[in-house]
């Protein structure tokens, strides 16, 4: 039925916004056939791109009438299968909607439309002396109204916070196509009014469109010092962590690499002259006034040599800092090196568990017979274990996989959570309940039905047992064989 | 006292107690904590007092990690000393239960004056009105495993769900912490004198203005960092140290009525100029702001000026058939909510 109505919705998608912005042949969908989790594929059915919040009310009026799914869509760098639609949905791509809408400098917020990358946020507003916070790796591509959507995380939120400490209000497109406008620009809301903006973000476009985004704008530190410290053991870099934390220091970002990531990186273009035999590298960056930099980098400093560090390099000059940023930067890309396929997970420990985690980590490697690799923000306990593997080998992918499962139960019973930046998508689903019971999740899909009641907004992903089309079911059903067979095991 | 007016009362010993009691189908509930803010609530003189203040367990608190659980009954001092004595605060401003705190929102987050309540809540125990425990969240600093239901509580003043533990993160207690206190400012120069603060990289961790009854503002806060960014900072702005005199609230008037709101700084020249000299006005950085008219006139007017600057506001304390008049709500947002109400709590107890 859906087939046969899909020349008339075409038709009428293409008289709204004309047919350079309807894509629906199958090489032009290519380029929307996953997100940066690359494991699940699946083509949508079509994708529209609106350049306006009375656009996307009247394609989602539109696709309601047909009772077409869709799922909105940012730069597509998520990396849990957020935005990767089922071969009957249609994506609204928000990447045409990229103005900055309002900049106030006094109050210090901003009102921008979800298609604004991450870091030309920043670039519109540096020359006021401000700029936005949140800087998950993929800023200089990803969107705003992706960060909204998946309370995107990145190496400074140890001291900044996460996307959602720095929303402040939406305007939302629901998935009935009315509006609705979520807090304000300053933040709080009418005494017994639940925090909606909130709530919102990090719903992993399963609430609705966000059309207009409210963000905090922050003023530019005075200063930057940035260290790297390279160890002889992982354990002397997590040490090296806790002691800077117990210290009172509150770092801007605290990043660690382990031995197999500073050597891809060192091979790739991303080379940062890192030393390839340590352990481990860590990264610390320090921002504030001048004068207290000097004394919190001396404490750092002592931190460093407490716990044995081979090499110090402070960056005495932008250029320095960004050499020492690159390979911390580039370690994704320069994972390439390593096979043909990459499976970024994203599991948290409380940070005073991550050798724990580490050696757990490297023990299910081992069993698995898998290539892991480390890059984790430390000051959040924030792990990445990176599987590098052959896609192509069904063999591997289902060793990868379980590598993988293991690895988040791992996190979870040290007290942690199966994601902290990445979000649940689809890569997820089965997962879900290694952290919350069918009570936590009854109440978690009441709340999704007030905004989502029929399900066609971003279906079959965040939460398990929705109605996923076969091909978004497709992974989640193979970690589920294999969570079934653990417990069984 | 309850605040709601109601002759019944149930206190919970325990969290196991609350789920018991909510599913004996208890008619309305009224949650209370420390029973700080019960005044500002609508009144619900049928309803059965639901007292948390006997949850008042630091169940967790672990220093290395910057993370605790508590129940929400323990008092915000209390939960202070405990953290002071592991060189950790909770860092933001606001007193009465730690339940009371986050149910009331009462600072706001906004753009200026340190982390919001928001931000410190990492995740949730909780109790649904028809008595069914659910979590929400992690203990962890990241987590984004779910949808944040435990973020509701924040200002749902107890009307959604009860919550019982709340898992919060800390921060270093700073090396140093200065209070400050500028008084006798003329509107004008207070805004100013905030604007500046404004400016600095690190904004002081509290800040609000408080015009008071005779027309003059007073601007204090909190300024914490290394002594001698303190002192950079107290002596650039010609901030006098101060003892603490931090109010959640302003007083409510004998006779008259308290009005509740979000504002930016940028919005408050408009909103004096429509309450009449004499009002006690508060703003907290947090964008928050509250005011103690004496008149329902001066309330109406009030509304009328938040309405056409696109602020919003509601009588929170006063005569009763009055409480919750306020600037109009988006039909959305008053759509989503009432939704929220209807899904978590269908029967309407929680009042």
Redesign the interface.
């Known amino acids: 039925m859906l087939r046969r109505q899909m020349p008339a919705l075409e038709s009428a998608l293409v008289r709204l916004l004309g047919d350079r912005r309807v894509l629906t042949s199958p090489d032009a969908l290519l380029a929307w056939e996953c997100d940066g989790f690359t494991v699940h594929k699946s083509r949508p059915r079509a994708v529209v791109l609106p350049e306006s919040t009375a656009e996307v009310q009247a394609v989602v009026r539109m696709l309601g009438a047909a009772q077409v799914p869709f799922v909105p869509r940012g730069a597509g760098t998520c990396l849990s299968g957020g935005p990767t639609a089922g071969g009957n949905a249609v994506v609204i791509d928000l990447s045409r909607m990229r103005r900055v809408l309002q900049i106030?400098t006094?109050?210090?917020?901003a009102v921008v439309e979800p298609g604004v990358v991450n870091a030309d946020l920043t670039a519109a507003v540096k020359h006021l002396g401000l700029h936005y916070a949140p800087d998950p790796s993929s800023q200089t591509v990803c969107t705003i109204g992706g960060n909204f959507a998946?309370?995107s995380?990145g190496p400074h939120?140890f001291k900044y916070?996460?996307t959602?400490?720095h929303v402040?209000g939406a305007l939302?497109v629901?998935p009935d196509g009315?509006?609705?406008?979520?807090g304000?620009?300053?933040?709080?809301?009418?005494?017994?009014?639940?925090?909606?903006t909130?709530?919102f973000?990090?719903?992993e476009g399963t609430f609705g469109i966000a059309t207009e985004i409210t963000v905090?704008?922050c003023?530019?530190?005075?200063s930057v010092r940035t260290l790297l410290g390279s160890f002889a053991t992982m354990t002397a870099a997590c040490r090296t962590v806790?002691d800077v934390?117990?210290a009172?220091?509150?770092p801007a970002a605290l990043e660690i690499l382990d031995q197999a990531t500073i050597r891809a990186v060192e091979a790739s273009v991303y080379r940062a002259g890192y030393p390839a035999d340590a352990a481990a590298v860590l990264l610390v960056e320090l921002d504030?006034?001048v004068?207290?930099l000097a004394?919190e980098a001396a404490e750092v400093r002592a931190a460093f040599a407490r716990n044995g560090a081979l090499r110090v390099e402070e960056a005495t000059d932008p250029a320095e800092r960004k050499r020492l940023w690159k390979g911390r930067k580039g370690a994704f890309g320069a994972m390439g090196r390593l096979n043909t396929d990459l499976y970024v997970l994203d599991g948290?420990?409380?940070?005073?568990r991550l050798e724990e985690a580490l050696a757990g980590i490297a023990a299910i490697g081992s069993k698995h017979g898998v290539l892991l690799t480390n890059v984790f923000?430390a000051g959040?306990?924030?792990l990445h274990p990176n599987i590098s593997y052959d896609g192509r080998d069904a063999e591997a992918t289902a060793r990868t996989i379980a590598a993988g499962t293991e690895i988040l139960r791992l996190c979870v019973d040290l007290?942690?959570?199966?994601?902290?930046?990445?979000?649940?998508g689809t890569e997820?689903l089965d997962h879900?309940r290694l952290?919350?019971d069918d009570?936590?999740?009854?109440?978690?899909a009441?709340?999704?039905?007030?905004?989502n009641p029929d399900d066609r907004c971003n279906p079959g992903k965040?939460?398990p047992s929705r109605s996923a089309c076969a091909e978004s079911a497709k992974w989640p059903a193979m970690t589920a064989r294999i969570l079934r067979d653990e417990g069984s095991a | 006292m309850n605040g709601a007016g109601a002759a019944k009362s149930f206190v919970a010993d325990d969290v196991a107690a609350v789920a018991t009691f909510l599913r004996e189908r208890p008619g309305q509930v009224r949650v209370r904590s420390g029973g700080s803010r019960q005044g500002r609530l609508p009144t619900a003189t049928d309803a059965t007092v639901l007292d948390l203040s006997r949850l008042s367990t630091i169940v967790r608190l672990d220093a290395a990690d910057q993370t605790c659980t508590v129940e929400c009954g323990v008092p915000r001092a209390a939960l202070d000393d405990a953290l002071r004595a592991h060189g950790l605060e909770l860092p933001c401003p606001g007193g009465g239960t730690v339940g009371g705190l986050f149910a009331s929102d009462p600072i706001g987050a906004s753009t200026f004056g340190g982390p919001s309540p928001r931000s410190l809540l990492l995740g949730m125990d909780a109790v649904l009105a028809d008595g069914t425990p659910f979590k929400s969240g992690a203990r962890v600093v990241k987590s984004v495993a779910g949808f944040d239901v435990h973020k509701l509580l924040v200002g749902s003043e107890g009307r959604l769900f009860v919550a019982t533990r709340l898992h919060l993160r800390c921060k270093p207690l700073p090396r140093h912490v200065q209070w400050f206190c500028r008084t006798g400012l003329e509107p004008a120069a207070a805004i100013a004198c905030v604007r500046g603060l404004q400016q600095e990289p690190v904004p002081p961790a509290a800040v609000q203005v408080l015009r008071l009854g005779d027309g003059s503002c007073t601007v204090q806060g909190r300024i914490a960092g290394r002594l001698a960014y303190v002192a950079h900072v107290l002596r650039s702005h010609d901030l006098p140290p101060g003892e603490p005199s931090w109010c959640d609230h302003v007083q409510a008037p004998a006779v008259g009525e308290v009005v509740v709101g979000a504002a930016v700084l940028g919005a408050l020249p408009g909103l004096w100029r429509a309450t009449p000299t004499g009002t006690p006005f508060l703003w907290h950085g947090g964008g928050r702001f509250e005011v103690a008219a004496n008149a329902p006139a001066a309330s109406d007017a009030l509304l009328v000026a938040c309405r056409d600057a696109g602020v919003h506001a509601l009588v929170v304390h006063g005569d009763a058939a009055r409480r919750g008049r306020s600037t109009p709500l988006d039909d959305g947002h008053h759509r989503i909510q009432a939704g929220l109400r209807q899904a978590l709590d269908p029967h309407g107890i929680l009042v």
């Open positions: 106030e006094a109050d210090l917020f998946e309370n995380g939120c916070g996460m959602q400490d402040l939302v629901l009315s509006l609705a406008r979520l304000s620009p300053a933040g709080s809301r009418l005494p017994g009014s639940p925090d909606l909130a709530l973000c990090g719903s905090r704008l003023r530019d530190q005075e806790s934390v117990a009172g220091l509150v504030g006034p004068a207290v004394e948290v420990v409380p940070r005073t923000h959040d306990g924030n007290g942690g959570s199966i994601s902290g930046e990445h979000g649940i997820k879900v952290m919350y009570a936590d999740l009854a109440v978690m009441k709340v999704r039905a007030v905004w965040a939460l």
